[in-house]
């Protein structure tokens, strides 16, 4: 993953909120319940929280003002100073999925949105591995992004958006490491949690995985 994305999300800094608002056509139905989507991400969290992708701060900003102690990873120069006008006092730093300083603080919760699709699904697997060190005993990691019910269910999707006329939604779902359920499910048992989807609209579920105690 490294920083393959940080010019396409420098660039997207500046209109960001205006795409999630729904002022792009083709993403309507991916941005559907947004700010809904958000707020049960932050009512599944609890403690002191890493988000990583924080973005613009959207969900950092719910997380906050629900009493939240976060820890924001963005690798994006531009969104980060998005962030931070937004959220002065926000503790925010440079890295990724899988690279990025660790908090001095215990982890409770990791949370994302809108961002694990750009890992493979081998990255995927490495970084829920990273994490199940990191957090403590019943700690969680909620995440709302883009998947499948399965391979079919995502060719299908393709095929809607193209004859729609979402040539930039279709060429997103070829070219995006958009992953299944049953993928994400066998990841995150593998590594000690147990896991439950929730669909939110036609494209995002939000995942709830809590870390089993250690033994």
Avoid: C
Wanted: net charge negative.
């Amino acid at each position: 993953m490294a920083t393959d994305f940080n010019e396409l999300f420098d660039e997207w800094s500046s209109s960001y909120d205006e795409t999630v608002a729904g002022h792009d056509p083709e993403y309507n139905e991916v941005f559907r319940l947004y700010s809904h989507i958000l707020e049960e991400v932050s009512n599944k969290s609890k403690g002191n929280v890493i988000e990583f992708g924080v973005g613009t701060g959207n969900l950092t900003e719910k997380l906050l003002n629900s009493g939240k102690q976060v820890y924001g990873v963005e690798p994006s120069a531009g969104m980060r100073k998005v962030a931070k006008e937004k959220l002065p006092d926000l503790i925010l730093k440079e890295g990724d999925f899988l690279n990025f300083p660790h908090p001095t603080e215990t982890t409770d919760t990791i949370v994302s949105t809108y961002a694990f699709h750009h890992l493979t699904d081998e990255e995927k697997s490495a970084a829920i591995k990273q994490y199940s060190l990191i957090l403590n005993d019943n700690g969680k990691i909620v995440f709302a992004d883009t998947m499948f019910a399965d391979i079919t269910a995502k060719n299908n999707m393709i095929i809607s958006a193209e004859s729609k006329g979402y040539h930039r939604l279709a060429n997103d779902l070829k070219t995006e490491f958009y992953t299944t359920i049953p993928v994400l499910k066998e990841i995150f048992e593998s590594h000690g949690f147990t896991v439950s989807f929730t669909q939110k609209n036609d494209f995002v579920w939000i995942i709830e995985a809590i870390k089993q105690r250690s033994v």
